[in-house]
């Protein structure tokens, strides 16, 4: 019961955006490591900056979405 939940929960989050941190920090991670020549050192946003940016691109290019 307590997997279908977490599977549910996991889904939802998905479609809200709600994962989309998880994701930046995932990519960040992956693109940005150090000692890597072919991608340059960047700094990583913070939560609240990756949140404000979020937001700010959504204002400035809206797209279909309910409010």
């Known amino acids: 019961m307590r997997r ?7 889904y939802v989050k998905g479609v809200m955006g709600e994962d989309a941190w ?5 990519h960040h991670e ?8 072919a991608s340059p050192t960047e700094r990583m ?10 937001t700010d691109r959504q204002d400035t ?6 409010c």
Do not use: I, L
């Not at 279908?4 to 996991?10: D, K």
């Open 45 to 54: 946003m913070t939560e609240r900056e990756f949140w404000r940016d979020q």
């Open 30 to 37: 992956a693109a940005h490591r150090d000692g890597d020549p």
């Open 22 to 26: 998880d994701k930046y920090v995932a």
């Open 61 to 66: 290019n809206p797209q279909g979405r309910c």
């Open 4 to 10: 279908a939940a977490r599977s549910v929960a996991w």
